[in-house]
């Protein structure tokens, strides 16, 4: 699948990759989304950087001591840290698209520098119960229930990470209103890690529901773009495929492309003869095969029926008659139906090459369907070839092969 990029380069830590790694086991691509899931936004960083701010310095206005200055100085640099870094990481997986992070493990930077921030804001919640003041206290009690009720809420994607935070804000709180010595302050100190437990709890079923949602949704989008029968992409991947190369020669990025358009050969007579479920184990062994011949880089598909497609592009382009022989050879070989059933057939390809003057590679579709029936009507079991290129005035040309 094409990479998204909304996505967080991966951490480069094993510390920061333990953190946000999922306590279920998750496919890759969904971890992915769910480290996504720190990425909040600049519009809340910047209300939490308002909060954190406004009581940092309703602090040192009511107790100006050395710690308190302190605190407030801590809290201004760490926001702008972890804004910095996140405006860094958007900003680099806007303009390449990749999720290489490049010499600056931003992720990392991003999540440790948010991890800090929290211990920060709990060691300023801490002073200040730590200080009795009558209107400080009150709001530090506001400031740590809000956070650590939005921290859970807002990061289902990252339990471990979430609790480190939580644990980050809750306990200095509670050794703070420990250290004041009053006795009305007892109550909220047992009362703190209930809290923490409840809203640890919730923040692990988020979790639970989230990995739930989205695995169903990784398993529809795979049923919706890929065959059933053989487990290669259909025709809507394909055509997914063809728009998003097409726009990439739209974005200035030329490259040659070359498309096989697959036939079998004599399968409606084995169809025919030994039945529907002899005719889908064959598609099956023909789909085994075709993947032996291709390579990782190439895209292949099932376009319905006993039709295939292969899209290679840029040098791997240059190797079409190659693939298009080798996949003649490895298609032409006898197959193993069952209950000593064998069977033969052969498979007639059209191929439809261009550099760069087909700007809509959908075109070339219909060009590479052409010449597979002209190649039927040579003879089946061989391929036909034509490509396109622009002569000296800039006009498209058509090469027959």
């Given amino acids: 699948m094409a990479f998204v990029p ?4 991966p951490p480069a830590w094993s510390l920061t990759a333990w953190l946000t790694s999922s306590p279920e086991q998750v496919p890759p691509d ?23 701010a406004a009581l940092a310095s309703l602090a040192v206005l009511r107790v100006p001591t050395p710690a308190m ?3 407030f100085c801590a809290d201004l ?52 119960m730590a200080s009795a003041d009558p209107v400080l206290v009150p709001f530090a009690c506001l400031v740590t229930t809000g956070l650590v009720g939005g921290l859970s809420a807002r990061n289902p994607g990252a339990p471990r990470t979430t609790l480190v935070q939580m644990i ?17 302050f007892l109550p909220l100190c047992a009362m703190a890690p209930l809290y923490l437990v409840a809203v640890a709890a919730v923040n692990r079923r988020l979790h639970a529901d989230y990995v739930t949602l989205l695995c169903t949704e990784r398993a529809l989008r795979h049923q919706a773009l890929h065959c ?32 096989l358009y697959l036939d079998l050969d004599g399968f409606k007579l084995v169809n025919d003869t030994y039945g529907h479920a002899a005719g889908d184990v064959l598609l099956q062994q023909v789909a085994i095969r075709l993947r032996d011949v291709i390579m990782v880089t190439d895209v292949i598909a099932r376009l319905g029926g006993d039709e295939f497609a292969v899209l290679l592009t840029g040098r791997r382009a240059a190797s079409a008659e190659r693939v298009a022989g080798a996949i003649i050879a490895a298609v032409g070989l006898p197959y193993d139906l069952g209950q000593g059933t064998l069977a033969s057939i052969g498979v007639s390809i059209g191929i439809a090459e261009c550099d760069s003057c087909i700007s809509d590679n959908h075109v070339l579709l219909v060009h590479a369907d052409r010449a597979l029936y002209t190649a039927k009507k040579r003879g089946k079991g061989t391929f036909y ?14 090469a027959i092969a």
């Fill in 77 to 128: 640099a760490l926001t702008l840290v972890r804004l910095t870094t996140m405006l860094l990481m958007r900003r680099t997986l806007h303009n390449s698209g990749q999720r290489s992070g490049g010499w600056l493990p931003l992720t990392d930077l991003y999540v440790l520098s948010s991890l800090l921030w929290c211990a920060q804001i709990g060691c300023g919640v801490g002073l200040c």
């Fill in 385 to 398: 070839r034509v490509r396109f290129f622009k002569d000296d005035d800039g006009r498209t040309e058509r």
């Fill in 6 to 9: 909304t996505d967080p380069p």
């Fill in 228 to 259: 059933g029968l053989t487990g290669l992409p259909n025709r809507t991947y394909f055509n997914q495929v063809l728009t998003a190369v097409s726009a990439g020669r739209k974005d200035g990025r030329k490259h040659a492309v070359a498309l």
């Fill in 30 to 52: 969904v971890l992915t989304i769910l480290r996504g899931r720190l990425i909040v936004g600049v519009a809340p960083l910047i209300v939490a950087a308002v909060v954190g």
């Fill in 69 to 71: 200055l302190a605190w």
């Fill in 168 to 184: 980050s804000v809750v306990v200095p709180f509670t050794a703070g209103a420990i250290s004041d010595g009053q006795p009305w």
